[in-house]
């Protein structure tokens, strides 16, 4: 069974900044586009970012800017570089495989996620 694997998360204050990774068993890290999502306690999973296999990196709007998605094949890793870092940007951070017609479904099981807290 694929098992994700996020890591990177902290504390940190706000206009700080952090660097999550996103690896895996296997070749679904360097092998499929990747995306990374974030929950907060209560909240429904979001959105964040992808990258396609060719690099190609894609934002939502309340991180466009501030976050840079990028990938290392040979070393099976997605990274998020987190910069400018809000307090709302507080979350467990997730990755996952999104489905080509709906990046909001995930195609392998969730792994643990990272936490993200920044403080004001």
């Known amino acids: 069974q694929v098992q994700l694997v996020e890591s990177g998360g902290g504390l940190v204050q706000a206009g700080g900044s952090l660097r999550l990774s996103c690896t895996a068993s296997?070749?679904?890290?360097?092998?499929?586009?990747i995306a990374w999502y974030r929950q907060v306690p209560g909240g429904q999973r979001e959105f964040v970012a992808r990258?396609?296999?060719?690099?190609?990196?894609l934002y939502a709007d309340s991180v466009r800017n501030r976050f840079t998605i990028s990938r290392d094949n040979a070393k099976k890793v997605v990274f998020l570089q987190m910069s400018s870092l809000k307090p709302e940007d507080t979350a467990v951070y997730y990755c996952?495989?999104?489905?080509?017609?709906?990046?909001?479904?995930?195609?392998?099981?969730w792994g643990q996620g990272t936490q993200v807290t920044v403080s004001s």
């Open positions: 996952n495989v999104p489905a080509s017609t709906n990046w909001n479904r995930p195609l392998v099981s």
């Open positions: 296997g070749s679904i890290v360097s092998g499929n586009p």
């Open positions: 990258i396609s296999l060719e690099g190609t990196g």
